[in-house]
């Protein structure tokens, strides 16, 4: 009889090998699960491990274990080429500006249906098949997004395109006490108008509203590259200030990217990453093992230290984050506190 963690295909020598491996890789990773339990981690989910069926697949698996490891996991998703793909098969016009998708009242309409009537249960039932109970919502589910409209950050009219300028974060604290929260990016305004919402600034938004201890984005690149055209130049850890006096030289998809990595930063969570969603396991490997993936932003360093911070009364466990209310706040989803 095969026990669990055996491989039936090594015999002799090589399996004692291969467990003694295993061993020492949750060892390494022990340390990163005590200091993640109970914290809550927004994930944006995007990219080839999107559309990937094997990096969709290893996403639901990894979202599963961190559940069962005791971390929160909050995803929020677009879903970009899906939404182009219906379109062009509608023969609707395709225009980005600076990024972000420009949005008719009938684009809007079509993105909200696919967005949270077919990829949202999509990875919904992924996720609940890996053994984790998943739950479906979008910005609309328990008033989650309060929005208004947005323009590019030229100034230029984009249509339908939404900001968040409140996040509501009641139904998630009770919907993620339990249960894995999947959020579309779509949300409306108070007169009851739809708006498309960038993943990345809706995945920041609900990240600085919970008080997240750490927001993660999936994208199809490495990371941030100060030339793109060079391997060379990728950025591994920048603070708030570089990135900000940067930004305004980032074109393309990566511009929303770092703007979101900035405002996650800028409204108190400690981490901010941009991972390659190519890379199998990418959000295992940079919560649980020695070697960072991708491009870090944190906030600027205290420009006054305190001289004499009082112990950690436990140096197993971080101490509480600067958005905790009390010693219990990460036992479910963040404070529960509005942004």
């Known amino acids: 009889m095969t026990e669990v963690g055996e491989n039936p295909e090594l015999t002799g ?14 060892l390494e990773a022990l340390p990163y699960i005590r200091e993640f339990h109970g914290r809550t981690v927004v994930i944006k989910y995007g990219g ?22 005791g971390i929160n996991p909050v995803i929020v998703h677009g879903g970009g080429p899906e939404i182009t793909a219906y379109m062009e098969r509608l023969d609707m016009p395709v225009k980005f500006v600076e990024g972000l998708r420009v949005s008719d009242a009938e684009t809007v309409k079509l993105a909200k249906m696919v967005l949270v009537g077919k990829v949202n249960k999509d990875i919904v039932l992924l996720i609940n098949r890996h053994g984790q109970p ?46 894995i929260p999947v959020i579309a990016s779509v949300g409306a305004d108070e007169h009851g108008n739809s708006y498309n919402i960038n993943a990345d600034d809706a995945a920041a938004a609900v990240a600085a509203a919970l008080g997240a ?6 994208t199809d690149v490495a990371g941030w590259f100060r030339d793109p055209s060079d ?36 409204g108190g969570v400690p981490s901010a990453v941009i991972l390659d969603g190519r890379v199998p396991h990418s959000l295992l490997l940079e919560l649980f093992t020695n070697e960072g993936q991708g491009t870090m932003i944190v ?41």
Do not use: W
């Open 48 to 69: 080839a491990a999107m559309t990937d069926p094997m990096l969709k697949q290893e996403f639901a698996r990894d979202i599963t274990l961190l559940k069962y490891v």
């Open 213 to 218: 201890y750490k927001a993660m984005f999936l």
């Open 231 to 266: 391997p060379g130049t990728l950025v591994a850890e920048a603070t708030a200030t570089e990135l900000r006096e940067a930004l305004a030289g980032v074109g393309g998809g990566m511009r929303p990217k770092l703007a979101a990595c900035l405002h996650a930063v800028e």
């Open 13 to 26: 020598p090589e399996q004692p090998v291969r467990t003694q491996r295993d061993v020492v890789t949750l």
């Open 299 to 339: 906030p600027d360093p205290d420009p006054d230290p305190d001289p004499d911070p009082d112990p950690d009364p436990d140096p197993g466990r971080v101490l509480p984050n600067q958005n905790d209310n009390d010693s219990d706040s990460h036992s479910h989803l963040g404070s529960g506190e509005g942004a």
């Open 134 to 179: 998943a739950v479906g919502l979008s910005g609309d589910d328990g008033r989650l997004f309060h929005c208004s409209r947005l323009a590019s950050p030229s100034g230029q009219d984009i249509g339908f395109v939404g900001r968040i300028d409140h996040v509501d974060t009641g139904v998630l604290t009770h919907v993620g006490s339990d249960y």
